[in-house]
């Protein structure tokens, strides 16, 4: 599965792409994360207590928002390329 990370996600993880084995679902994946990249990375994926996605996270599944799909149970599969992405504004 590709897993692609783009602004602050890039800065922490050193990558811009990569190739990981397919977890199950969009919450192995983050949860995963965590445990690989440490509290640096958590801190932006998980609310404080660590029990949902934080809304300062965007993650697309094959381009879709997993907000649309079925949220952090949003299975994944070899083919699926999921991009994380920081909330960002701007004016």
Known sequence: MKLKFFATYREITRCNEEDIPVP????????????????????????????????DAIILVNGRNILHLKGKDTPLDEADAVSIFPMVAGG
């Open 24 to 55: 199950h679902d969009v919450w192995e994946l983050l949860t995963s994360l965590g445990e690989r990249y440490g509290a640096a990375i958590r801190v932006k994926l998980f609310t404080p207590d660590g029990g949902k996605i934080s809304d």
